[in-house]
């Protein structure tokens, strides 16, 4: 893989102590140290990591909570799964523990998961894909805009901006659209 520059760029995890989650074959590993981890072997830091993480996500709580035949002991394996599943050049878990969320995957349930948005960091529309914060004012759509504006802590005309990107990516005319969209995707 080259990064930016073209030079070689290692797979995070590969020879630090990053860790990149991925699936393979609808199982969920990660590379962290050199090796390479099934789930039920991931080193208990991870795991308690990733744990801290799904309790700053109260959506992502209440979808794995809702989630039909999923057993509680499945709960953050589906995390990672849905969160996390795409193998790319940027670290799940950085060097110093920090998480981020920088890959799209594509579990095969897009645009009919009745989980997206809420579990995974982006949605499919039929002109692209939503950003996290077009999820975040989708989410808020049935509210003013200075109100929306206000609790993500962005400008009026930020918001403007967003949901005109958000009406050309889903094909939709106006916030009344926008607001029946969310609901049927399960964001509202």
């Given at each position: 893989m080259l990064n930016s520059s073209g030079h070689n760029k290692i797979l995070p995890g590969l020879v630090d102590s990053a860790v990149e989650f991925f699936v393979d074959q609808h199982e969920v590993k990660c590379v962290h140290d050199g090796r390479t981890y099934s789930f039920e072997n991931f080193p208990e830091w991870i795991i308690e990591l990733v744990k801290?993480?799904?309790l700053q996500h109260p959506e992502a709580i209440k979808a794995l909570a809702s989630w039909e035949n999923l057993h509680e002991s499945e709960h953050v394996r589906q995390y990672i799964y849905c969160r996390f599943g795409g193998l790319d050049n940027?670290?799940?878990i950085d060097v110093d523990r920090g998480i981020h969320y920088?890959?799209?995957f594509d579990c095969g349930l897009r645009?009919?998961?009745k989980y997206e948005g809420k579990l995974c960091c982006s949605v499919q529309v039929s002109n692209g894909y939503l950003t996290?914060?077009?999820i975040e004012?989708?989410?808020r759509i049935s509210k003013a805009n200075k109100l929306i504006a206000?609790?993500?802590?962005i400008s009026c005309e930020t918001v403007n901006s967003h949901i005109q990107n958000i009406m050309k990516k889903t094909g939709l005319a106006g916030k009344v659209e926008l607001a029946i969209f969310a609901t049927k995707k399960g964001m509202i």
């Open positions: 801290e993480d799904m940027d670290a799940d920088a890959e799209y645009g009919s998961c996290k914060t077009e004012i989708l989410k206000d609790e993500l802590c």
